[in-house]
C-alpha cells in the first residue's frame, strides 16, 4: 500500500514545461486577486504595482481584486472593507465577482485568508486556464489540497503554492546546498489556531514550510506534543533523517530554526519578507513551471494533517501513507460535489 501511495504523490508531481503565458517574459502580465482578507493581499500588490518595479517583478499588475474572502472568520472579513480601499488607492479595479475578475486577467493569485473557499475558487480558475498561485493554506484539509492539485493536472493548468517562510535566507541557502546533505533540522514560527482548519494549517504552516524548504521531501510518520502553548511535531523521514517543528502561542515566538549537514551547522532564517516569494510567484507566472514540486507541497500539508492525528489519538506515531490513503479517497468526491452546484 505504501508503494501505491508513494506512486500517486509521485504522479502529482505536475511538469507545465510546454505550458506558455506568453511568448516573451517582456510582455506585461494581467494579474486578477481573490480575496482581499489578508494583509498579503496589500504587501504583494505595492510589489507588483510599484512605478519603478524592479525587472524580476515588473510588467505583471494587479489590475483587478474580487474582495471575498472569508465570509466566516471574523478576524479575516473584517478587515475586506479597509484593505479595499487601499487597493483602490492603488488603482487597482474592485470586481463584483470571481467571473468578472477572470475575464480580464492573464493570471491569479488566490490570497482568500481561510482555506476552506479555496478548492471552489481555485476550480474556477482552474476551468478558466489561468495560471494560479494560492496562498497559505492552499487549502481548508487535506482531501481539499489533494483535489486541486488533481484537478490542475487533469485541467493542464499551472498551480503554485508556497509560505513566504520558504524564501528565508538561511533556508534558501541550506536548500542549495550550503551545508551539504541536511542530516536533520528544527524550525520554530508561530502557531495560532482557528478552530475551522487543522490545527497547524493556520499559522504553523510557516515553520512547517522552512521545516521542508530544508529537509526536502520523504517524511513518513509524525508524532506531536501539544500542550496549551506549544506544539512540538517530530517527523522520520524514509533515509532515517529526523526533522522537527515547535509551534509558539503565549510567548515570545518568531521565525527560524537550525539545520545540521555534512558541512556544518547552519541557521535557517532570518525572515526576508515577502518579496522573495513574489519575485518567483512571478517567474512562475511567465514561464508556468513552479518551483516547488506537487509532491513535496502535498506532503506538507500530510504532515500538518498527521499531526493532528497524532494529536487525536494521544501522541502516536502517524503515517503520511495513512493520512495520504484518506485524504486522496475524498479528494475525488468532493471535486464532484462543487462540480454539481
Not at 511568448?23 to 496589500?42: C, N, Q, R, Y
Not at 479595499?84 to 485568508?113: C, F, H, P, R, Y
Amino acid at each position: 500500500m505504501l508503494k501505491c501511495i508513494k506512486l500517486f504523490m509521485a504522479v502529482l508531481v505536475i511538469s507545465f514545461s510546454s505550458f506558455q503565458v506568453t511568448a516573451e517574459d517582456t510582455v506585461a502580465l494581467k494579474v486578477g486577486m481573490i480575496g482581499l482578507d489578508t494583509s498579503h493581499s496589500i504587501a504583494f500588490t505595492k510589489v507588483l504595482n510599484a512605478e519603478d518595479a524592479p525587472e524580476d517583478v515588473a510588467r505583471c499588475k494587479v489590475t483587478i481584486a474580487y474582495p471575498h474572502g472569508s465570509r466566516v472568520i471574523e478576524s479575516s472579513y473584517s478587515r475586506i472593507p479597509g484593505y479595499t480601499e487601499q487597493m483602490k488607492e492603488m488603482g487597482v479595479k474592485i470586481a463584483g465577482s470571481i467571473k468578472e475578475v477572470l475575464a480580464e486577467v492573464d493570471v491569479v493569485l488566490l490570497e482568500t485568508n481561510d482555506g476552506n473557499p479555496h478548492l471552489a475558487q481555485a476550480m474556477q480558475v482552474i476551468d478558466a486556464g489561468k495560471p494560479l498561485f494560492i496562498d497559505k493554506p492552499v487549502a481548508g484539509s487535506l482531501a481539499d489540497a489533494i483535489a486541486i492539485y488533481r484537478y490542475a493536472d487533469e485541467k493542464g493548468v499551472p498551480v503554485f503554492t508556497s509560505s513566504s517562510l520558504r524564501y528565508s535566507e538561511g533556508a534558501v541557502k541550506i536548500r542549495n546546498g550550503s551545508i551539504g546533505k541536511v542530516h536533520g533540522a528544527e524550525t520554530y514560527s508561530p502557531a495560532h489556531l482557528e478552530p475551522s482548519h487543522p490545527d497547524l494549517f493556520w499559522y504553523g504552516i510557516h515553520g512547517v514550510e522552512a521545516l521542508f524548504t530544508v529537509m526536502g521531501a520523504g517524511c513518513e510518520k509524525v508524532v506531536r506534543v501539544t500542550t496549551n502553548d506549544t506544539e512540538f511535531v517530530t517527523g522520520t523521514w524514509s533515509d532515517g533523517r529526523v526533522g522537527a517543528f515547535r509551534g509558539i502561542r503565549g510567548y515570545k515566538g518568531g521565525y527560524g530554526g537550525t539545520a545540521y549537514g555534512d558541512k556544518g551547522v547552519a541557521q535557517v532564517g532570518p525572515y526576508q519578507g515577502y518579496r522573495p516569494l513574489v519575485v518567483d510567484i512571478v517567474a512562475f507566472f511567465r514561464t508556468g513551471k513552479s518551483p516547488v514540486e506537487a509532491r513535496e507541497s502535498l506532503e506538507i500539508y500530510a504532515f500538518m494533517e498527521a499531526a493532528d492525528e497524532s494529536k487525536r489519538r494521544g501522541g502516536v506515531p502517524v503515517s503520511i501513507a495513512d493520512v495520504m490513503k484518506q485524504a486522496s479517497a475524498k479528494a475525488e468526491q468532493r471535486i464532484k460535489e462543487l462540480q454539481a452546484k
